[in-house]
């Protein structure tokens, strides 16, 4: 049985993160999708949210199991025996940060780290713009899955009549 990891913070998973996990599916027979908790750090969705969208909008490829960690990833990987994580690269500027990673959970545990260019519809995505182009009422409804779309456009306005 051939696993491995997607981590990230998806808050929330864009289409991005979607087209990274698909490709990843179809390359192994499992893929560990594993939302990394930060408590530092204060998110728009809770990760039981985040679990929540990523098992719907993943469930349809069949071969992805949703799990948050705390903690180090390498851990979770060798507590499971999984050998590889897949990073998705949108641009030069993440491969700096990227490769210190894969360098260091290489040298704690020997687990590798595999990157899968980003598709170039998606190399400017990431999950902290969206979240502020949304809260300005910006369309992003073609970067989200319809149901993120809906939950984040909603999480907006929730926080916005609680102000
Ligand atoms: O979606 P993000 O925020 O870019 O994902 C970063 C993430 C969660 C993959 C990375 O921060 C991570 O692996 N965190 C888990 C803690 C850990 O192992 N840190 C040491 C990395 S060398």
Redesign the pocket.
Known sequence: MRRAVC????DPITNGHLDIIERASKLYDVVHVVV?INPNKQGMFTTEERIGLIEEVTAPLGNVVVESHHG???DFCRERGIPAIIKGLRAVSDFDYELQ?AQ??NGLTGVETLFVPTSPTYSFLSSTLVKEVAAYGGDVSHLLPPTVHDRLVERIAERRAAQ
């Open positions: 981590p990230g913070s998806f990394a180090l990833l390498v990673m260091m959970n």
